[in-house]
């Protein structure tokens, strides 16, 4: 090679290694939560015509979804015991079966309630599923219930492995690859008990307890620097730092929290019975920023109607006209489950008044706007986002997660999927 054409080479070479290096640079960013990716604004507003579309359905409300890293599997649970995984692409369901009485008690399962029925024998299992998390290397499936019970389960051979007993009602559970000691995970559980409880999923063994809240704890969120943020009935937001043994208590003036997320290293998302969401900042004790009526009832009649098949026609909402009129109608604005793109700018929210709403949050300005809305009759209990932004998973069911007090007919319950489009 002349000397021209050697340099040209070796330049070439120089920016592709650069270029490479960036590009690893950028996801070891993205992976750690360092940098936030831009994707709400490349979210294409849906058309009239496009609806959810039904993966898999549950014979009673469905109250917790989770979708694999990889976002190619996905996993629902509901009321009546129905566990199930489903792949995203080809749409094939599988259900998990529980095991018999006998084998469940081999595996650790106590009678939830310590009574006998006449014949002396153990009360049936309850099977009342609340809350349901996989792990990061997909291999783990943990659930839990009104029977006091973490359930570990295989997602290879989906058969039962462990059981773990909490104290009282176990209400969320969620899993955690820890980056500090790989090849282990641990599950993190909240309950009625007020505490939240850490197991190891290798070792099938309880780790610690910790404390803090003064009342039931009703929704958790981990990321993996072994932080936990929790929300209980006290109106308080907590952040465990599992390794430093220490919280940080976040407080709510106006009304209860019923769940959270990680919206960052540093920022939270959580959503209010009083249908507001807010956005927090570790630095701050109170809401950075608070979007008030963010799903509303009033204004929903007025601007949408119900098709023949459950699914409402697209449309925006005027949070400003909100004005309850029943107790039910109060329920249904609740926002009873909140959800971010990890890693993004990208957030939906869901209650009960027919529509997951998509929001943007604004590092900068430290705001949250709303973007559109996805039409989806029934009681939004759980969400999630695939990590790529171009679909949304929502668990749906015709009553609220932890109650009866509500009942929407016409909702399915089951599991919806919402594709998106992404501009380049």
């Not at 009239?48 to 469905?62: G, I, T, W, Y």
């Not at 015991?81 to 595996?107: F, N, Q, T």
């Not at 939830?112 to 349901?132: C, E, F, T, W, Y």
């Not at 009083?274 to 009526?293: A, F, H, M, Q, T």
Request: net charge positive; aromatic share 8%.
């Amino acid at each position: 090679l002349s000397t021209s054409e050697g340099g040209d080479w070796h330049g070439n070479l120089f920016r592709k290694d650069s270029l490479v290096a960036k590009i690893l640079q950028q996801e070891q960013l993205e992976d750690s939560g360092r940098t936030r990716r831009l994707i709400a604004s490349k979210l294409q507003k849906l058309e009239d015509k496009e609806e959810p579309e039904f993966l898999f359905k549950h014979r009673q409300s469905v109250t917790a979804v989770a979708l694999s890293d990889d976002d190619r599997r996905g996993f629902s649970a509901s009321k009546d015991g129905g566990i199930a995984h489903w792949d995203v692409e080809i749409r094939k369901a599988e259900k998990y079966l529980w095991p018999s009485e006998d084998v469940l008690k081999s595996h650790g399962v106590k009678d939830p309630q310590g009574q006998s029925n006449k014949k002396g024998k153990v009360m049936k299992h309850s099977k009342d599923i609340l809350a349901l998390a996989v792990s990061s290397d997909g291999r783990y499936l943990a659930t839990g219930g009104f029977d006091r019970h973490v359930h570990l389960w295989d997602t290879r051979t989906r058969e039962h492995i462990q059981v773990d007993i909490a104290l009282f009602v176990v209400v969320v559970v969620c899993r955690l690859q820890v980056q500090e000691r790989q090849g282990t995970s641990e599950i993190f559980s909240g309950s009625f008990d007020r505490t939240v409880k850490i197991w190891n999923a290798e070792d099938r063994a309880y780790i610690t307890t910790l404390f803090g809240h003064q009342s039931e704890v009703l929704s958790i969120d981990c990321m993996r620097k072994e932080r936990a943020l929790t929300v209980g009935r006290d109106r308080t937001m907590q952040l465990y730092k599992v390794p430093e043994e220490s919280r940080l208590v976040y407080r709510s003036s106006t009304s209860a929290l019923e769940c959270c997320c990680f919206a960052g290293n540093d920022e939270f998302l959580s959503g209010s019975d009083d249908g507001s969401i807010e956005l927090w900042s570790v630095l701050r004790k109170k809401p950075v920023s608070i979007v008030k009526n963010a799903h509303t009832l009033s204004a929903l009649k007025k601007q949408v109607e119900l098709n023949s098949n459950g699914v409402m026609s697209n449309g925006q909402i005027d949070s400003s006209e909100f004005k309850a009129s029943s107790p039910c109608s109060n329920a249904q604005s609740w926002v009873s489950s909140v959800t971010v793109c990890r890693n993004s700018d990208l957030a939906a929210s869901g209650a009960g008044d027919g529509f997951v709403r998509l929001w943007q949050i604004n590092s900068e300005t430290k705001a949250v706007a709303p973007l559109f809305d996805v039409p989806l009759v029934g009681y939004v209990n759980s969400l999630a986002i695939a990590k790529s932004g171009r679909f949304l998973v929502a668990g749906v069911g015709q009553e609220p997660r932890l109650g009866r007090w509500d009942r929407i007919s016409t909702a399915r319950n089951g599991v919806a999927l919402q594709s998106f489009k992404l501009t380049s």
